[in-house]
């Protein structure tokens, strides 16, 4: 069964709060549905960064691997053919951007939070995602240009890739304080199976 109260992490990096999107981004989730229940704006350090992306022990090979298969696909050599080598290039990029001014953190809450966040998101290069997305219609970066400037791609939004990465990510961002449980008046609309409050 579907967990209704289901979190996921979302973090409008420094670009997009450069580029006056807070509104625009948040009234995405804001208006399919999903609850907002902790939020603040940070200056993150480079540990807390770094920390971020390899809470999955799995990241660095998982990125390495799929940097290498990239270039790989466009025809061209990667600058190592060891993935955990290529990855703390990523990380440096990623540490450099993440850090490079104010952010906004979230917790979205609602039925299937992780995967409704990822679809409004889009894949992880701009360049490719799809239009109608945040990434695909509010930015325009390549792996090819940020590759070649040697820096991470700008891509707006992170997003938690699964329940598990959620978790930690929450864990990692928010102490359980700043987190609030509240009803909103739409929880009825979406779940409420009886809809027996709503006629006089
Ligand atoms: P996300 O969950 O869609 O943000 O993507 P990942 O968790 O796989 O990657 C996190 C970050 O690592 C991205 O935002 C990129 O900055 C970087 N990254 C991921 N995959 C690649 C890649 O294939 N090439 C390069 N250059 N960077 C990547
Ligand atoms: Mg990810």
């Not at 998982?62 to 290039?89: F, L, R, W």
Request: proline share 4%; no cysteine.
């Amino acid at each position: 069964m579907a967990n209704k109260k289901e979190r996921t992490l979302v973090v409008l990096k420094p670009d997009a709060v450069q580029r006056n999107l807070i509104g625009e981004i948040i009234q995405r989730f804001e208006r399919i549905g999903l609850k907002l229940v902790a939020m603040k704006m940070v200056v993150a350090s480079e540990n807390h960064i770094e920390k971020h992306y390899t809470l999955d022990p799995e990241w660095r090979r998982k990125v390495g691997e799929k940097t290498i298969k990239g270039y790989k696909e466009k025809g061209q050599s990667p600058p190592s053919e060891d993935p955990i080598k290529i990855s703390k290039q990523v990380l440096e990029g990623l540490v450099k951007f993440m850090t490079s001014g104010p952010m906004i953190v979230m917790i979205w809450e609602g039925a299937h939070a992780v995967k409704i966040v990822r679809k409004l998101v889009g894949g992880t290069e701009p360049l490719s995602s799809d239009v109608g997305t945040i990434r695909g219609d509010y930015v325009l970066d390549s792996y090819e240009m940020s590759d070649t400037d040697g820096r991470a791609i700008r891509n707006l939004v992170h997003a938690s890739g699964s329940a598990e990465e959620a978790e930690i990510e929450v864990n990692h961002w928010f102490s359980p304080d700043e987190i609030i449980s509240y009803r909103l008046v739409q929880d009825e609309i979406l779940y409420d199976v009886n809809l027996d409050g709503i006629l006089e």
